[in-house]
């Protein structure tokens, strides 16, 4: 009898240790737990290397952020706007997480998630009015922002040091000036060299410039007269454009060619004075340090009969519709909404927060003493104006500017083809 309790008790400890042995087996054996990869579209900057290396370590072995990166050398916005677009057409999940200029939210709208279930009245209180309202399509949060950028005018503290006055010149110009004042500066200066660039080539940027004339002139413009050019304030915008080649020949022609990054290599390559740009250039373009080392921020000229005005620019985060990783793209877009995020964006790329602490807290205060300068600019800050069919109608308008500027044609003309193509494409709304 006790041996067979023996054999009884030997057979349940040799399954019992069989079972354990396969646990362990099984175990020690099991496919690795899969990783959640999210792609994340944008225009790849310092911070976001950063931000990107800091998530995917602290979510080690269960999501992993995969930059997607449209380098500003070689995408300008319209180009990015159509990959981005063709992308999200096809209804794949190549991208999860997107960055979207802040005018192209209800473009692609209908491609991406509502995001209003995911972020509580807190969380949205956190973020600046200024950087939220771009971030609505038809009264449903569609986006969140995630950085802010506005128009500057860069200068040469070191060439303008050079001149008779050139402390007392520096000051005026950093006080801001009228178009009328800097243009008798030109002349008081005889600069040889390029005096003023700007972007005018058959693209978005050649639009923020004109809108910030034309705002500038009536604050008001797109909300009462919407996308009708046949003003006297439309075509005192555009004929100031053309002008500063044609008649006052304070800026070269061949700003007809030119993007954002030529038209930084070439300021930067032939000395030029002042050049139209966004805050984080100093971020952007890091190429020639010895002259860089000189740049210095000042409102963007104005003409006497309006008012100081610059354009917001900027990126929103969206996502997309197809992906099958809600979850964790929105613990990502949370963790990049962060205080530490945000900072980061500031101190690496310059790009401006859109949290508010930012502007309040004695901390960042303390720390970034140029805030006060920043808050006075936002002051002047202008968006472009909200429109379902802007995309369309700022090509038309790039289009037949451009051409003014090359000057084949009229400024007359291109305001009657722009408003021509415009009704063309049907029934104007009148923009926010």
Request: aromatic share 14%; net charge neutral.
């Amino acid at each position: 009898m006790n041996k067979h309790k023996q054999l009884i008790g030997l057979g349940i400890f040799s399954i019992a240790a069989l079972f354990y042995i396969l646990i362990v087996y099984f175990i020690s054996h099991r496919a690795p737990k899969s990783v959640t990869e999210i792609y994340f579209a944008d225009r790849m900057t310092e911070a976001h290397y950063i931000l990107i290396d800091r998530y995917n370590a602290a979510h080690a072995g269960s999501v992993k952020v995969i930059p997607v990166n449209f380098p500003i050398s070689d995408f300008s916005t319209d180009a990015r706007k159509e990959i981005l677009a063709r992308s999200l057409r096809g209804e794949d999940d190549a991208i999860d997480l997107l960055a979207v200029d802040v005018i192209w939210v209800h473009r692609f709208a209908k491609w991406c998630e509502p995001l209003g279930k995911y972020f509580n009245d807190q969380e949205r209180r956190r973020i600046t009015e200024i950087a939220l309202e771009t971030c609505y399509h038809e009264g449903e949060l569609v986006a969140v922002p995630l950085d802010l950028v506005q128009g500057v005018m860069y200068y040469r503290e070191d060439l303008l040091k050079k001149f008779p006055g050139g402390p007392a010149v520096i000051e005026q110009v950093k006080k801001g000036m009228t178009w009328e004042q800097f243009l008798e500066l030109q002349k008081k200066m005889n600069w040889k060299g390029p005096y003023y660039i700007y972007t005018a080539a058959d693209y978005e940027g050649l639009i923020c410039s004109y809108i910030e004339i034309l705002m500038s002139l009536r604050p008001d413009y797109f909300e009462t007269v919407g996308f009708r050019f046949d003003t006297p304030e439309a075509k005192e915008a555009l004929q100031l454009l053309v002008d500063l080649i044609h008649r006052y020949h304070v800026t070269p022609p061949i700003v007809s060619n030119f993007t954002e990054g030529p038209s930084y290599e070439y300021y930067i390559k032939n000395d030029g004075l002042f050049i139209h740009g966004w805050t984080s250039y100093e971020k952007d373009f890091t190429s020639y340090p010895l002259k860089e080392q000189y740049l210095r921020k000042a409102p963007i000229p104005y003409l006497a009969s309006g008012k100081p005005t610059s354009m917001f620019g900027g990126w929103n985060l969206m996502m997309s519709k197809a992906t099958t990783k809600k979850e964790e793209v929105i613990d990502f877009v949370k963790y990049l909404l962060s205080d530490e995020a945000q900072e980061i964006f500031y101190s690496q790329s310059r790009f401006y927060p859109v949290i508010k602490s930012f502007y309040s807290d004695s901390l960042y205060l303390n720390r970034y003493p140029e805030i006060q300068m920043i808050r006075e600019l936002m002051s002047h800050g202008v968006h472009r104006p909200v429109q379902e069919n802007y995309t369309k109608y700022s090509k038309i308008m790039a289009r037949y500017f451009s051409l003014a500027i090359l000057g084949k044609i009229t400024v007359d003309q291109a305001l009657q083809r722009v408003h021509a193509s415009i009704e063309s494409e049907g029934t104007q709304t009148v923009g926010r």
